[in-house]
DNA sequence: TATTTGTTTCAAAAAATACTGAAAACAATG
DNA sequence: CATTGTTTTCAGTATTTTTTGAAACAAATA
């Protein structure tokens, strides 16, 4: 079939083909984990796109390149912005919006962990909060005619809490624009053998 | 209805009641999380089911707790002893097979860890070099032709598989069994404000 | 204000995923 | 090795999630 878009072919044929062949495949391998991430497959092969390419790309080149429909491409790309990983951009006399993956690596995983934290872990820790409180209120002093097993049930509960608060303070550090120097701190802790 | 289930309903009534219910709702909090780590609905309940009562637990008496079919229940008990976080029992005088949760949190969370990246995170470092290789092997010295284009299309992968492997060494550190200590370090790292 | 261009929404369709139930395989016991 | 009790498998079915595509909406232009 003829090529109905004006590609830029530019530079040796061979190389071009290679490198959208490497972006191909990552795209991929990225939409691949969707599942595992509890994300959709488009979502993730979106901002694998983006990444990947690294340029600000407009809804129709989201569509041509990925094979995918319009609503598609609105919704996934406005979720990424909520993620806070894509962001937009605008190019001079073109009333189309661009978008843009953040392009640093730690900065992105930075955003993820914030979000994460906020829809998934703190939801969680206010949720078992509520259900140990229907077995009595966290008091040492309290001396009440507890059973045994309603103790153990409520331990459970506790270290559980406990963990996951564990979690999101240490995730809070992390996500924190501050937590820039982690970076530096983490690479040196995982090097240590 | 009858209960036809000769149920130990021990101890005054409205306290057994509340511990049942405590034990639903944090089968259901649970549950809704699955999504969002890419584990079916049922298998986080199970899990849930046995952790949060903390016995061990037949198929049957699963099944009729959560109200699901013996092939579903199968699957999901078989997932997770493979996720290494429930584990077999027998109890004398009974054929059946007897299953039960990990009891500590942070054990739980180092087995969760330890599978996590076996499954997702190791893949996807070998998927990604795999990738890069397609556009030229990583070698400083060589002073080829590369096209900016491609340099920094090679930079960014670069950047990725650096960040993984740190993560990858990092959780390896966390799950290993000497990986005990870290759940003081981490509780006290999260501490500090 | 009408027109043109671009974006979002959402009902319906398609695809992917999970669940059931019955049969097959397996294991323990006499 | 036949019987009985238990677990696993898997084809078919049900459910949930994702995707499409066209209409509604919004913004810019003439």
Redesign the pocket.
């Known amino acids: 079939m003829e090529s109905p878009t004006g590609d830029n072919q530019i530079g040796p044929q061979g190389t071009e083909t290679t490198i959208r062949e490497a972006q191909d495949a990552f795209v991929a391998s990225w939409g691949q984990m969707?599942?595992a991430w509890?994300?959709?497959?488009?979502?993730a092969?979106v901002h694998a796109l983006l990444f990947v390419t690294g340029e600000a790309l407009?809804?129709?080149e989201v569509m041509e390149r990925l094979?995918?429909?319009?609503?598609?491409?609105?919704?996934?790309?406005?979720a990424l912005l909520e993620w806070g990983i894509v962001s937009k951009a605008h190019k001079r006399g073109?009333?189309?919006?661009?978008f843009q993956a953040e392009q640093d690596v730690w900065a992105m995983f930075r955003a993820i962990v914030r979000e994460r934290l906020k829809r998934e872990v703190e939801p969680l820790i206010a949720q078992i909060h509520e259900i140990r409180d229907l077995t009595g209120v966290k008091q040492k002093g309290k001396a009440d005619a507890i059973s045994a097993e309603t103790h153990l049930h409520n331990e459970r509960l506790d270290e559980l809490v406990d963990f996951f608060m564990t979690v999101d303070q240490l995730g809070q550090r992390f996500a924190s624009p501050q937590g820039r120097g982690l970076r530096v701190a983490a690479k040196m802790l995982a090097k240590i053998s």
Not at 38 to 43: A, L, Y
Not at 67 to 78: E, H, P, T, Y
Request: proline share 0%; net charge positive; hydrophobic share 20%.
């Open positions: 969707s599942g509890g994300i959709s497959r488009t979502m092969e407009n809804t129709d094979q995918i429909s319009r609503g598609n491409a609105s919704m996934s790309l406005r073109d009333r189309k919006e661009y």
